[in-house]
């Protein structure tokens, strides 16, 4: 039995007496309404969802509803009792609506009993017997022939046996409450959030190796393709993977075809001896003594002048103001230190130092800036501040420089020059070294001790005893040192400045130098003969005169050496020693440097401009010439600031370089 069916039978088993009056009335119309509730709330079960999650048909149906409302007596209930009213809750607000009812049925109270008899005035009459209770009950009724799309069935009757519960025989009336058909579907709601992406899926096999690509390219003969050669240029897919391309290969093929030959240089003849030379034609020098030819005063960059030999007398290129020739590329007697050009400012120079190729220089004065080069010192600019310069040294390629101040710090560069960072305590700083990379470096201080570094001057170590160091010299790789001392020994070291062996003789030494191994060293002092050693410093010759040396330099394999006095001309050995002629004029020299190979000197002096060599070069101006015999050919391109140089020539000897 429903809970609706239970309440409203146990309410009308117990009707009211009319001589309550009107509070048993109100009583009996709050529980009527109770009753109505629950059975509203077992209709709507079977039409819809309800609140507390039961079973509902779909959304889209109508739902069946019910009302139960209190019946007064009259000609539906004798003796009053409850209206049920069902229908389709069309609107859907929740209730069923006067317009929605489809059916009415009426559960009415049974006779009241008769009274008993008068009694005494005062006696009440007995109580009258109790009418059965009626009782409603609401089931699901299945789609079918009562329901075509289900709904609910309303049974109605009396509690004839008092138990409160509408059984089958008791039922008076049955109605149905049916759903209404399915409605359309309503329209599609708006797509959800995305779902989280599902795991990566495994890697595919790899595929098949691809084929190389080949391209070949030969010379291509002057001809169809190509009216004055060129090359063939062949392209393809190595197809049989033999690193070879094919005839069957070949995908394309193209030609880079030379230009078109030009009409030539204009040759004409020289019956006299001497002659202007003009730009892009060629002489015949044909004269029985020398003929002596004058370059261009205004050449364009690229432009070129021939000469050649016809004459006995053969022939002399003569040069304007600031002209020179650099004939390296081609035979000549132009040796080392042979011609010499001054550069840069007058200064108190005090050190000078250059890469392995010499193009780039650092050259130091006495309260004056550091000074560096890019073209070999045909340019300088000035760095850092004024100090009391002593001593300069450069990596092979001139990144690292590296300048000792006497009385102040040492200060290194890593960037050509351009910023530079103070290093170590501020001493008597006289002379410093590097090994070809930079990162090992050597310094020496006047009155104290050796000091080493092997990462580019960062940190420093004193080595050794303190002594009045004059000079220090590294090789190549850092490992092999030499140091000189004023009124001492020669020291050298095999492990990069940890251990010293003094060596050779006591003297006023100021100067040292070594070959980029280590073996070669060349040494010099005040009033000393020059020292050259074979075996690292173990043994020692003497060479040269006795002068009061300032510098000495060295090429990579000790054979070319250089060596400045004080107040005297410089001195070249192009013999590892043997013989020292001098070349260039007296000044109060200071330091030398050379290029590894020997050919490109830098030299500085005591108030006096920088002085340059570079072997086979003419010296600047008027003064420098180059000369050939009968039947020598040379050809000159000129390439701006007054340089020109061989492209092409003919020789059986040298050329003379003046």
């Known amino acids: 039995m429903s809970f609706a069916a239970s309440v409203l039978g146990r309410a009308l088993a117990h009707p009211p007496r009319r001589r309550r009056g009107l509070a048993v009335r109100k009583a009996v119309v709050a529980v009527t309404r109770t009753v109505a509730m629950a059975a509203m709330a077992t209709l709507v079960a079977c039409g819809g969802s309800s609140s507390d999650g039961a079973a509902a048909v779909d959304d889209k149906s109508w739902r069946a509803n019910a009302k139960v409302s209190l019946e007064s007596p009259g000609a539906n209930c004798a003796h009053g009792g409850s209206r049920i009213e069902a229908g389709i809750d069309i609107n859907r607000n929740g209730m069923l609506d006067a317009g929605e009812v489809m059916s009415v049925q009426f559960a009415c109270h049974g006779n009241p009993g008769v009274g008993g008899s008068s009694g005494a005035a005062a006696a009440a009459g007995a109580v009258g017997s109790a009418g059965a209770n009626a009782l409603v009950r609401i089931d699901a009724e299945p789609a079918g022939a009562n329901c075509a799309h289900a709904g609910s069935k309303v049974s109605a009757g009396l509690d004839a046996n008092g138990n409160g519960v509408l059984d089958t025989g008791e039922v008076g009336s049955t109605r149905y409450v049916c759903a209404s058909a399915i409605g359309a579907s309503g329209s599609n709601g708006s797509n959800g959030n995305h779902g989280t992406n599902g795991n990566q899926g495994a890697n595919g096999s790899n595929g098949s190796p691809g084929l190389n690509g080949l391209i070949v390219i030969v010379n291509e003969p002057a001809g169809a393709h190509c009216a004055d050669g060129g090359k063939e ?6 197809a049989n993977n033999d690193s070879v391309l094919g005839a069957g290969e070949v995908a394309a093929t193209s030609y880079l075809c030379n230009a078109a030959l030009g009409p030539g240089m204009v040759w004409t003849a020289v019956s006299g001896t001497s002659q202007a030379m003009a730009a892009n034609i060629g002489y015949l020098a044909t004269h029985a003594t020398q003929v002596t030819l004058t370059l261009p005063a205004s050449p364009a960059l690229g432009e070129v002048v021939s000469v050649n030999g ?5 022939w002399k290129i003569a040069q304007n103001a600031g002209q ?23 200064l108190d120079w005090r050190a000078v130092a250059s890469s392995a190729d010499g193009s780039r220089l650092i050259a130091a004065g006495w309260n004056e800036h550091l000074y560096t080069s890019v073209d ?11 100090r009391t310069w002593s001593g300069v040294t450069s990596s092979a390629d001139g990144s690292k420089l590296v300048a000792a101040e006497r009385g102040g710090q040492i200060h290194t560069s890593t960037d050509f020059g351009d910023t530079w960072t103070p290093r170590a305590s501020a001493l008597e700083w006289s002379a410093v070294a590097s090994s070809a990379d930079g990162t090992k470096l050597v310094a020496a201080v006047y009155g104290g001790q050796i000091h080493t570094s092997v990462d580019a001057g960062a940190n420093w170590t004193a080595r050794d005893s303190a002594r009045n160091w004059t000079s220090v010299a590294s090789s190549e790789d850092g490992a092999r040192l030499v140091a000189t ?5 020669i020291h050298t070291s095999t492990d990069s400045g940890a251990s010293w062996t003094a060596q050779g003789p006591t003297a006023s030494w100021t100067t040292v130098a070594s070959s980029a191994d280590g073996t070669r060293l060349i040494a010099a002092g005040q009033s000393v003969q020059i020292h050259l050693s074979t075996d690292s410093g173990a043994n020692w010759t003497t060479h040269a005169g006795n002068r009061f040396w300032r510098s000495v330099a060295s090429s990579a394999d000790g054979s070319k050496l250089v060596a400045v006095p004080e107040g005297d001309v410089l001195f070249i050995s192009t013999d590892a020693g043997l013989t020292w002629p001098g070349r260039a004029s007296s000044r109060n020299w200071r330091a030398v440097a050379s290029s590894s190979d020997g050919s490109r000197l830098a030299a500085v002096a005591q108030n006096a401009q920088a002085q340059t060599s570079l072997a086979g070069r003419s010296s600047p101006g008027t003064a420098g010439a180059i000369s050939g015999t009968q039947y020598d050919m040379l050809t000159l391109q000129y390439i ?10 003919a020789t059986s000897g040298a050329f003379h370089v003046e």
């Open 310 to 314: 016809v004459g006995f007398g053969g």
């Open 324 to 346: 020179f020739i650099t004939a390296r590329n081609v035979p000549n007697d132009g040796s080392m230190g042979s011609t010499w050009r001054s550069t840069g400012p007058a």
């Open 233 to 238: 240029v062949t392209t393809g897919l190595d």
């Open 485 to 489: 001392a004023f009124n001492g020994q």
């Open 640 to 649: 701006g600031g007054g340089e020109f140089i061989p492209i092409d020539y």
């Open 376 to 386: 070999g010192g045909a340019t300088w600019m000035a760095r850092e501040a004024s």
